[in-house]
């Protein structure tokens, strides 16, 4: 599990290695493409928060000098707080997290605006934004199987079989490991919700049609009729994250 003080970690050095980047950026400067006001932006980005990873999508056009607005699409991981995953005693038994109901994805299409809070010097450096918005989040839940072992009369030998979480009747001893992804795909069910987000955007470089850029933010999926990830933990409407977010993309005019 990506644990808060390590994502603390990361962002520190993160943003130690964009100042350091800024500063010995090689880049060629073109002094007239910067003085061109873009009008439309478009970037790939990857997604790690606290409880999983994910991409992500933008594309949008600048309102004002100081104010941009795009679609975003984001397809995540979402992890429970309270997963620990460990592994028995049997032979070339696969590790598996006990109590897991559900492996969760959640599939975001929404809008964001981002506002210009210090604009870079025309030789380079860091632009900072700040970032809200938020839009519709489909939870996507897939039943997480188990093997479990069923002694034979002898007591000696036994059978493996595929079955979900059951708190009532699977003890941990009788547990193999976790079973194939693919079991379960036929069992999907879906939970509609929104999403929240707010950040601080950190682009760098020195080129205005490039786009280099560090998110650093909150987010929140709600899901009013809630969804399952653990059996100690059912029917969780409120799921909340911490994300870093690394993207890459362009500016271009559209006329």
């Known amino acids: 599990m990506i644990r808060f003080k390590n994502i603390a970690l990361v962002v520190l050095l993160v943003l130690g290695s964009i100042a350091g980047y800024s500063q010995f950026d090689t880049e060629e400067f073109d002094s007239i493409e910067n003085k061109i006001l873009y009008n439309r932006q478009r970037t790939f980005g990857f997604v790690f928060h606290n409880l999983g990873l994910g991409v992500q999508f933008r594309t949008g056009k600048r309102l004002s000098i100081f104010k941009t607005r795009m679609?975003?699409?984001e397809f995540v991981s979402m992890r429970s707080y309270k997963q620990i995953r460990i592994q028995t005693y049997y032979p070339n038994?696969?590790?598996f997290i006990y109590g897991k109901l559900n492996s969760v994805y959640f599939l975001r299409a929404g809008m964001v605006w981002k506002k210009l809070l210090n604009r870079k010097p025309y030789w380079g450096?860091?632009?900072l934004r700040w970032l809200y918005g938020g839009g519709f989040s489909l939870g996507i839940a897939k039943p997480?199987?188990?093997y479990i072992i069923y002694p034979n009369p002898d007591g000696v030998t036994g059978r493996l079989q595929l079955e979900k979480f059951d708190p009532n009747s699977q003890s941990i001893d009788y547990i193999y490991g976790r079973g194939p992804f693919s079991k379960g795909i036929n069992e999907i069910t879906l939970h509609p919700g929104i999403y929240l987000k707010t950040g601080l955007n950190f682009e760098f470089g020195v080129r205005s049609t490039k786009i280099k850029a560090l998110e650093?933010?909150?987010?929140l999926d709600l899901i009013p009729?809630?969804?399952s990830v653990m059996a100690s933990n059912t029917n969780q409407i409120v799921f909340p994250n911490l994300y870093l977010n690394f993207s890459f993309g362009k500016r271009f005019n559209k006329y």
């Open 144 to 146: 997480y199987y188990y």
């Open 216 to 219: 650093v933010g909150a987010g």
């Open 125 to 127: 450096g860091v632009e």
């Open 93 to 95: 038994s696969r590790s």
């Open 225 to 227: 009729l809630g969804l």
């Open 71 to 73: 679609w975003e699409f």
